[in-house]
């Protein structure tokens, strides 16, 4: 064990050395790791302890001695407060580099076969990598000092909420309708939920925009089934903002982490918007996932395509199908196309979605991919070609069974999280073989990265 000792609050000078998995700085004190938010590799920084522990320590940064030539300074005025992004002083350039070798790091960790040969391609970027978030999810809190209600984000690693009016990665209008609809919340005075004393109603505002259909949906999300003032509301959001085109209520009545509840109520308008990828139209309901990212999700689902390469009459399942954005985008080329989801919501978008395009055949059920996949194999369904994009606790361990038990002749990986996907290699690669990876930046000014990896059977 480590002999080293620090304590709370002590001040420390020290070197960084890399970066680490979440975009902090990873500096020694001695042979003691420390953990420094804000700092880049090549710095000598003056932090002081927030957290210590026998193996490592988590410390603030007080001061830079010596800069790295690869930071900038953050654009955003809530940079140093909000914990949405952590790499807005970091050159996007050197962002899409360590994204790479986040990759690399994680690989090292989990140590799959023969990973030390893989192909790693470099980060695909964005021209612009800034206002691309198609979604926010901005929590509600009253301000007791000011009698206002407050939307924004939570701050780094805590629970204390930092307003938010101008968010740089957010898509615009998006911003300025939770701008609005805020004003009309303070001007309504409606009772915001209070995790601790478990009383009021709002509790998040969600605003999603179909970038290519300018279409919006807003969900106000609730402790109860009661909205206050709803007709109101309605009202001068119709007056107020003309492209709300769809207006939910989504009930969260547990404690928990998770944003929505089970239930959704439709309060006006569509019950879905429209976004296109390409010449595919898509209904995205409340609850359905998809990507936050659409001009990078064209270029992700291209890669996917590109790795998949499906040819006529093939056979592909498409895991974790959300609304079927991969699988119908290669629908026209398949045999047949088989997804599931565990949010009924999101299968009916997908067989909507399907029915658009007249598709025939195309199979969508509800249920985990993890049940589902490996039912469909042992009933003697052969797929040529399997894509999963799991959520980022990566592959259920049923599903890697059933990936090895019955491999098919190709598999793509679609990760969001590096460290699961690595973890995930390990056991696959008894079975495939890894061609490339190839990393995707979805989240610009983050530590998150998308990974398409390509696998062919052994």
Same mark, same amino acid.
């Given at each position: ?28 004190? %001695? @042979? ?33 001695? #010596? ?51 893989? #192909? ?22 009253? +301000? ?12 780094? +690693?805590?629970? !204390? ?64 089934? %009661?909205?206050?003032?709803? +007709? !109101? ?64 999700? %064209? ?32 629908? !026209? ?40 996949? /490996? ?14 994009? /799991? ?34 290699? #390990?056991?696959?690669? %008894?079975?495939? !073989? ?13 530590? @998150? ?10």
């Amino acid at each position: 064990m480590n002999q080293v000792q620090v304590t709370t609050n002590q001040t420390l000078q020290i070197k960084i050395k890399r970066l680490g998995i979440n975009g902090e700085g990873i500096g020694y004190y %001695k @042979r003691l790791i420390i953990f420094v938010p804000r700092t880049l590799p090549g710095e000598d920084v003056q932090v002081r302890v927030t957290k210590a522990s026998p193996k490592f320590a988590e410390a603030e940064l007080i001061k830079i001695i #010596k800069v790295s030539p690869d930071r900038i300074e953050p654009p955003c005025e809530f940079y140093d407060r909000c914990g949405g992004c952590q790499l807005q002083h970091l050159a996007y350039n050197k962002q899409l580099d360590f994204k790479k070798d986040l990759l690399k790091q994680s690989l090292e960790k989990f140590k799959p076969a023969d990973f030390r040969n893989y #192909k790693l391609k470099d980060t695909i970027g964005m021209d612009d990598p800034w206002r691309y978030r198609n979604k926010a999810q901005f929590q509600l809190q009253f +301000n007791d000092h000011t009698q206002q209600a407050e939307a924004g984000l939570y701050e780094m +690693n805590s629970h !204390h909420l930092v307003a938010i009016d101008n968010c740089l990665v957010q898509e615009e209008t998006t911003q300025k309708v939770l701008n609005t609809v805020l004003e009309l919340i303070n001007h309504y005075q409606l009772p915001i939920y209070n995790e601790h004393k478990n009383s009021g109603i709002l509790r998040t505002l969600m605003v999603r925009i179909g970038i290519e259909t300018g279409q919006v949906q807003l969900v106000f999300i609730t402790s109860t089934p %009661k909205l206050p003032k709803k +007709n !109101h509301l309605i009202r001068e959001i119709n007056e107020k903002l003309p492209e709300v085109v769809s207006i939910m209520q989504n009930v969260q009545n547990k404690k928990t982490s998770l944003v929505m509840g089970d239930d959704t109520i439709h309060l006006w308008g569509q019950e879905a918007i429209e976004e296109k990828i390409n010449d595919l139209t898509f209904d995205l309901s409340p609850r359905a996932f998809f990507q936050l990212n659409p001009k990078q999700t %064209k270029v992700l689902y291209e890669e996917a395509r590109r790795a998949l390469d499906l040819s006529k009459n093939e056979s592909l399942v498409d895991a974790y199908c959300g609304v079927g954005t991969i699988g119908l985008s290669l629908a !026209h080329l398949a045999k047949e196309v088989r997804g599931m989801d565990i949010i009924p919501q999101a299968i009916e978008d997908a067989k909507a979605n399907a029915l658009r395009k007249g598709f025939t055949n195309t199979r969508y059920e509800v249920g985990t991919a993890e049940e589902l996949l /490996p039912q469909w194999l042992a009933a003697g369904f052969k797929p040529d070609a399997i894509v999963v994009d /799991p959520p980022r606790t990566g592959l259920g361990e049923p599903l890697l069974e059933a990936l090895t038990n019955y491999p098919a002749k190709k598999l793509v990986y679609v990760s969001c999280n590096v460290s699961t996907l690595a973890r995930d290699l #390990k056991v696959l690669t %008894k079975t495939y !073989h890894v061609d490339y990876l190839q990393s995707v930046d979805m989240f610009p000014q983050t530590a @998150r990265c998308e990974v398409v990896v390509k696998l062919t059977k052994k």
